[in-house]
């Protein structure tokens, strides 16, 4: 019975069924990276651990979109984006993964200072 709704619900409209599975996907593979950590580390250390992992992952993976981009010759007859207007979505998501990873460096160098004058 439940499963059926499921079903119905899920493919009434694919545009929900994407968010949605790319919601609980992104919250399951963050969740079990925090939740090993956390057993470990506790916390708020597992907290900065995760996000600085999780970003420094983003930003070599958006680099290696951004070095290894599908090109080749274009057809002449097909209108679409330039080798560089490919690039703009994973340059920008590079950039802010990059910033963000730094950011929590800074946060764990205080944090572990913090915990050096305790």
């Not at 709704?5 to 694919?14: G, H, K, P, V, W």
């Not at 951004?66 to 057809?75: E, M």
């Not at 340059?91 to 205080?110: D, G, H, P, R, Y």
């Amino acid at each position: 019975m439940i499963r059926e709704i499921f079903r119905e619900l899920l493919s009434a409209n694919l545009f929900v069924t994407g968010i949605l599975l790319t919601v609980a996907s992104i919250a399951i593979f963050f969740g079990s990276v925090f939740l090993i950590t956390f057993t470990n580390l506790g916390k708020k250390l597992a907290f900065l651990v995760t996000m600085a992992g999780i970003f420094a992952w983003n930003t070599i993976g958006s680099l290696l979109f951004v070095i290894y981009a599908p090109r080749g010759p274009r057809p002449a007859n097909i209108e679409g984006l330039n080798s560089f207007e490919v690039r703009i979505i994973p340059l920008t998501f590079m950039a802010v993964s990059l910033i963000l990873f730094i950011a929590f460096l800074f946060a764990l160098n205080q944090f572990e200072e913090a915990q050096e004058r305790v």
